[in-house]
């Protein structure tokens, strides 16, 4: 049975090709204004790289926060539903998912049967999310995917002391006034996002193995802060933004 | 968690239409009172209206619920909160405050015309915000005030000194009364009262422990329209006959599995008073078989209760069933202290979060809860003290709990996609799926 797995996020959305228990293709695009185009281009591009025509589709299970505005969706599920899913298929010891994405994190306590046990959402705070590199790398005029290795040049810590994205820019630019080196401020940055997020996923209370998933993943800059706070090791699977759109597939039965 | 899939049958509360119809006539007479030569008073809910009522007919204006009736409307809140605001009131300050003291402001009655001023404000000073709300309200009508201090302390602390502080208020507020009324004390009046409350709040406990009958008979957004007149006026004769024929059609249907929701497959406790302006999440509750069974709030906020026989929840039994026979002024005014400070555990977050975590498992258990939703507050931060202790209590207790932020009386707060998004990943993690 080949079925679709969708994530459309804030940012991007991802498609997950899977037929009998097999990734056969994935896909991303920047998710824009229109959520049913940018699933349609996701979904022809992914269909193509799998060889399947859409008529084959027994199911496309949505997941996201546009899960809801996809008038051809079979079904939708929550991210926390999918992003648990993805994370056993991928590593079946996952005990504690902890997914940061572009405008929300999550993290979710799995149990030893897959099943979602508790979870935590942040999805008031864009300091804990990657909404936050992208707009301080703009206030550093840096590249958004140059700001974890510059991050990982610094071993200093130096704490932001704001905790709204709108006056840290303001902080940010006094720290630069301030003549510190720019490596100190992206490790500051995401050291922000660590300590909420590290905040978020005690709520819940973590038991190995934890897993990070989402796009924010991709970043050595937020991995490092995050190993360093949450002081247990993270397990990373290779497609990190793709977990949320596999989850979507395999729970389409 | 299992999942029953037996479907109950259900019949329409015929209670409902008379409790909506005493609230708008509480309303109106609010409005007419002056013109009726009726005392008018405004102050809390709690406000010991029983002293009030000796001294001839009356309408007590209850402030909180008239908070939570503006709340409700989120466009008349807003004229409200955001005229408070403008004259530099702090938009953090509790909700209902907000909302009456804006209606005070703008002159406005949430029920048509100009704010009907009291003869003066009549106050329990339950809370930090309630002392104060009521000053503030009787500066701005230029009306006289008086406050009762409220002894709130943990559960069975002192119980004694609590009673005699406030017994003893009670007989300075009759002096004071007599004064700004002009008017005599009477104790058959006052007599009469006493005992109505007694039984009328004991009757709200039989009703809502008839919810621990699997279906549940009534629904947690029923009981938000079922304890109203409670808070209304709890003395009053008309409360009383009201509340008799509630508890009894509440027995039946418990008697005869007439469900509040035919699809009953999740009980649900839930916390804190609800988004007023957003009672649909009950009924959004609904399309995935859960009900909220009731909460710490409007269980205790007006029920009686005590440890029963058998350790578990029971409706207080009054002192008349008790065999206690109230004679003089000293004894109704000392056993109407005694019942307010027996009674109120619903206070407990405010004086000992702890006690709260307690009561709220034992009520999971004993309603049958398979859940706890836990509104986080900000209209209203003394009952919000404590949530996320009893959140973590209840968890470790393995009971699943989901919360979500928001504001009982202040719209502006509550990002309802959000909220129900949680609600979707909470109900998901139980198993259930919505119907349809």
Not at chain 1, 60 to 80: L, M, Q
């Given at each position: 049975?080949?079925?679709?797995?969708?994530?459309?996020?804030?940012?991007?959305?991802?498609?997950?090709?899977?037929?009998?228990?097999?990734?056969?293709?994935?896909?991303?695009?920047?998710?824009?204004?229109?959520?049913?185009?940018?699933?349609?281009?996701?979904?022809?591009?992914?269909?193509?790289?799998?060889?399947?025509?859409?008529?084959?589709?027994?199911?496309?299970?949505?997941?996201?926060?546009?899960?809801?505005?996809?008038?051809?969706?079979?079904?939708?599920v929550?991210?926390?539903a999918?992003?648990?899913?993805?994370?056993?298929?991928?590593?079946?010891?996952?005990?504690?998912?902890?997914?940061?994405?572009?405008?929300?994190?999550?993290?979710?306590?799995?149990?030893?049967?897959?099943?979602v046990?508790?979870?935590?959402?942040?999805?008031?705070?864009?300091?804990?999310?990657?909404?936050?590199?992208?707009?301080?790398?703009?206030?550093?005029?840096?590249?958004?995917?140059?700001?974890?290795?510059?991050?990982?040049?610094?071993?200093?810590?130096?704490?932001?002391?704001?905790?709204?994205?709108v006056?840290?820019?303001?902080?940010?630019?006094?720290?630069?006034?301030?003549?510190?080196?720019?490596?100190?401020?992206?490790?500051?940055?995401?050291?922000?996002?660590?300590?909420r997020?590290?905040?978020?996923?005690?709520?819940?209370?973590?038991?190995?193995?934890?897993?990070?998933?989402?796009?924010?993943?991709?970043?050595?800059?937020?991995?490092?802060s995050?190993?360093?706070?949450?002081?247990?090791?993270?397990?990373?699977?290779?497609?990190?933004?793709?977990?949320?759109?596999?989850?979507?597939?395999?729970?389409?039965g | 968690?299992?999942?029953?899939?037996?479907?109950?049958?259900?019949?329409?509360?015929?209670?409902?239409?008379?409790a909506?119809?005493?609230?708008?006539?509480?309303?109106?007479?609010?409005?007419?009172?002056?013109?009726?030569?009726?005392?008018?008073?405004?102050?809390?809910?709690?406000a010991?209206?029983?002293?009030?009522?000796?001294?001839?007919?009356?309408?007590?204006?209850?402030?909180?619920?008239?908070?939570a009736?503006?709340?409700?409307?989120?466009?008349?809140?807003?004229?409200?909160?955001?005229?408070?605001?403008?004259?530099?009131?702090?938009?953090?300050?509790?909700?209902?405050?907000?909302?009456?003291?804006?209606?005070?402001?703008?002159?406005?009655?949430?029920?048509g015309g100009?704010?009907?001023?009291?003869?003066?404000?009549?106050?329990?000073?339950?809370?930090?915000?309630?002392?104060?709300?009521?000053?503030?309200?009787?500066?701005?009508?230029?009306?006289?005030?008086?406050?009762?201090?409220?002894?709130?302390?943990?559960?069975?602390?002192?119980?004694?000194?609590?009673?005699?502080?406030?017994?003893?208020q009670?007989?300075?507020?009759?002096r004071?009364?007599?004064?700004?009324?002009?008017?005599?004390?009477?104790?058959?009046?006052?007599?009469?009262?006493v005992?109505?409350?007694?039984?009328?709040?004991?009757?709200?406990?039989?009703?809502?422990?008839?919810?621990?009958?699997?279906?549940?008979?009534?629904?947690?957004?029923?009981?938000?329209?079922?304890?109203?007149?409670?808070?209304?006026?709890?003395?009053?004769?008309?409360?009383?006959?009201?509340?008799?024929?509630?508890?009894?059609?509440?027995?039946y249907?418990?008697?005869?599995?007439?469900?509040?929701?035919?699809?009953?497959?999740?009980?649900?406790?839930?916390?804190?008073?609800?988004?007023?302006?957003?009672?649909?999440?009950?009924?959004?509750?609904?399309?995935?078989?859960?009900?909220?069974?009731?909460?710490?709030?409007?269980?205790g906020?007006?029920?009686?209760?005590?440890?029963?026989?058998?350790?578990?929840?029971?409706?207080?039994?009054?002192?008349?069933?008790?065999?206690?026979?109230?004679?003089?002024?000293?004894?109704?005014?000392?056993?109407?202290?005694?019942?307010?400070?027996?009674?109120?555990?619903?206070?407990?977050?405010?004086a000992?979060?702890?006690?709260?975590?307690?009561?709220?498992?034992?009520?999971?258990?004993?309603?049958?809860?398979?859940?706890?939703?836990?509104?986080?507050?900000?209209?209203?931060?003394?009952?919000?003290?404590?949530?996320?202790?009893?959140?973590?209590?209840?968890?470790?207790?393995g009971?699943?709990?989901?919360?979500?932020?928001?504001?009982?009386?202040?719209?502006?707060?509550?990002?309802?996609?959000r909220?129900l998004?949680?609600?979707?990943?909470?109900?998901?993690?139980?198993?259930?799926?919505?119907?349809?």
């Amino acid at each position: 049975m080949v079925k679709a797995g969708i994530d459309i996020g804030a940012a991007t959305t991802k498609a997950v090709i899977m037929s009998d228990g097999k990734v056969l293709a994935q896909s991303i695009t920047d998710t824009g204004l229109e959520q049913v185009e940018a699933v349609e281009k996701v979904l022809a591009d992914a269909l193509s790289k799998a060889g399947v025509k859409r008529e084959d589709l027994k199911a496309i299970v949505t997941t996201g926060v546009g899960r809801k505005a996809i008038p051809f969706a079979t079904s939708d599920v929550t991210e926390i539903a999918a992003v648990a899913k993805g994370a056993i298929f991928l590593h079946p010891a996952a005990r504690t998912v902890i997914d940061v994405g572009a405008e929300e994190s999550r993290a979710i306590k799995v149990d030893t049967n897959g099943k979602v046990a508790d979870f935590a959402k942040n999805e008031k705070c864009a300091a804990g999310v990657g909404a936050f590199v992208a707009s301080m790398s703009r206030a550093l005029e840096v590249k958004v995917e140059d700001m974890g290795k510059l991050s990982m040049q610094s071993n200093k810590d130096i704490p932001m002391n704001v905790t709204c994205v709108v006056f840290a820019e303001s902080e940010v630019v006094s720290l630069i006034h301030a003549k510190t080196p720019k490596p100190d401020i992206a490790r500051a940055i995401h050291d922000a996002i660590a300590t909420r997020t590290t905040s978020m996923a005690r709520r819940i209370g973590m038991d190995k193995d934890v897993m990070l998933v989402g796009g924010v993943a991709k970043n050595p800059g937020v991995v490092d802060s995050l190993k360093r706070h949450l002081q247990v090791d993270i397990v990373i699977p290779e497609n990190p933004e793709f977990v949320g759109a596999l989850g979507a597939a395999i729970l389409a039965g | 968690m299992q999942i029953n899939r037996t479907i109950y049958k259900t019949e329409p509360l015929k209670c409902w239409e008379k409790a909506k119809e005493l609230r708008n006539k509480h309303y109106r007479d609010a409005a007419n009172a002056r013109y009726e030569g009726k005392i008018l008073s405004s102050g809390s809910m709690e406000a010991f209206t029983e002293l009030i009522a000796a001294f001839g007919d009356h309408v007590h204006m209850a402030s909180e619920p008239y908070g939570a009736s503006i709340g409700s409307d989120p466009e008349f809140s807003r004229q409200c909160v955001e005229g408070l605001e403008s004259k530099g009131y702090a938009r953090d300050l509790c909700a209902y405050t907000r909302n009456y003291l804006g209606s005070v402001l703008i002159n406005k009655y949430h029920f048509g015309g100009a704010f009907p001023v009291p003869d003066f404000c009549f106050q329990a000073h339950s809370c930090e915000s309630h002392g104060k709300w009521l000053q503030a309200a009787s500066e701005m009508m230029g009306v006289p005030y008086f406050c009762i201090d409220m002894p709130l302390a943990p559960h069975g602390l002192r119980i004694e000194n609590r009673i005699s502080y406030l017994a003893d208020q009670f007989h300075e507020a009759i002096r004071w009364l007599e004064k700004t009324t002009g008017r005599g004390f009477d104790d058959e009046r006052f007599a009469r009262a006493v005992e109505n409350s007694f039984v009328s709040t004991k009757l709200w406990a039989e009703i809502c422990a008839c919810n621990k009958h699997v279906p549940a008979p009534i629904n947690q957004k029923n009981i938000f329209t079922f304890y109203v007149p409670l808070l209304l006026d709890r003395s009053s004769d008309e409360t009383l006959s009201f509340y008799r024929e509630l508890r009894d059609e509440a027995k039946y249907r418990a008697e005869n599995d007439i469900a509040a929701l035919p699809s009953e497959r999740c009980r649900l406790l839930d916390d804190s008073p609800p988004p007023w302006y957003f009672l649909g999440l009950y009924r959004y509750l609904e399309q995935y078989g859960a009900l909220s069974i009731g909460s710490t709030y409007s269980f205790g906020l007006t029920g009686a209760w005590e440890d029963g026989e058998d350790g578990t929840m029971a409706p207080k039994k009054t002192p008349m069933e008790k065999g206690i026979h109230l004679k003089t002024r000293d004894d109704y005014i000392n056993a109407l202290a005694r019942w307010a400070i027996e009674r109120l555990f619903y206070f407990m977050s405010m004086a000992q979060p702890e006690d709260k975590s307690v009561k709220m498992l034992q009520m999971v258990r004993e309603w049958h809860a398979d859940g706890v939703i836990f509104h986080l507050n900000r209209g209203c931060e003394g009952l919000a003290f404590g949530q996320k202790e009893n959140n973590l209590y209840l968890k470790d207790a393995g009971i699943p709990t989901i919360s979500y932020e928001g504001n009982n009386a202040d719209k502006r707060e509550f990002d309802e996609k959000r909220v129900l998004g949680r609600i979707d990943a909470f109900m998901e993690s139980l198993g259930l799926k919505k119907s349809g």
